[in-house]
Antibody, heavy 119, light 108 residues
Framework: EVQLVQSGAEVKKSGESLKISCKGS????????IGWVRQMPGKGLEWMGI????????RYSPSFQGQVTVSADKSIATAYLQWSSLKASDTAIYYC????????????WGQGTLVSVSS | EIVLTQSPGTLSLSPGEKVTLSCRAS???????LAWYQQKPGQAPRLLIY???TRATGIPDRFSGSGSGTDFTLTISRLEPEDFAGYFCQHYGSLSYTFGQGTKLEIK
């Protein structure tokens, strides 16, 4: 069974750094793109970036380029999303997603990580 | 970048009714790379439809997708209580993705 299990909720202050994680299991982690999607409170879905764990090829949405870093450690089948300096506007639920090989859609989703940033 | 506009923003309907949700693209979508996701409150989204009209694994056949060019629709033939949720369309291709702003289906 394919599973993406994300790290727990975080409460941070503006200016702090943060790295959240997503562990994949039940499939060959290295050969599927894995990505991140933001959902701000009461709002829609925004694609942030994806990474191919086997060679760390990474693509970002123009809206998030330079704002976050997507990475992966294939030895432990885990992807990461990190911020160097959080802002209150980063408050959101962040989902990790697996990219389907044949359709390019997001066929599996993690349970979400709530990040709350206070100013 | 293709912008997706969903309409309406909210729909109030009763179980048993048929519903059609709209997703309009700002440019022609090639290869019918259009998907639909369902999101229930407090849950992660799940894939319903991809390539405009192909149901994802385990999705009931009351859900169907259609469209081409810039106009796409998701139809639920007969609403079940568990179908009242948020629905998002998504364009994908060349490892780039955009979502519509969503339509909320609520019980009348």
């Amino acid at each position: 069974e394919v599973q993406l299990v994300q790290s727990g909720a975080e409460v941070k202050k503006s200016g702090e750094s943060l790295k959240i994680s997503c562990k994949g299991s039940g499939y060959r982690f290295t050969t599927y793109w894995i990505g991140w999607v933001r959902q701000m409170p009461g709002k829609g879905l925004e694609w942030m970036g994806i990474i191919y764990p086997d060679d760390s090829d990474t693509r970002y949405s123009p809206s998030f380029q330079g704002q976050v870093t997507v990475s992966a450690d294939k030895s432990i089948a885990t992807a990461y999303l990190q911020w160097s300096s959080l802002k209150a506007s980063d408050t959101a639920i962040y989902y990790c997603v697996r990219v389907a090989p044949d359709g390019d859609t997001f066929d599996y989703w993690g349970q979400g990580t709530l990040v709350s940033v206070s100013s | 970048e293709i912008v997706l506009t969903q309409s309406p923003g909210t729909l109030s309907l009763s179980p048993g009714e048929k519903v059609t949700l709209s997703c309009r693209a700002s440019q022609t979508i090639t290869s019918n790379y259009l998907a639909w996701y369902q999101q229930k409150p407090g849950q992660a989204p799940r894939l319903l439809i991809y390539d405009t009209s192909t149901r994802a694994t385990g999705i009931p056949d009351r859900f169907s997708g259609s469209g081409s060019g810039t106009d796409f629709t998701l139809t639920i033939s007969r609403l079940e209580p568990e179908d009242f949720a948020g629905y998002f369309c998504q364009h994908y291709g060349s490892l780039s993705y955009t979502f519509g702003q969503g339509t909320k289906l609520e019980i009348k």
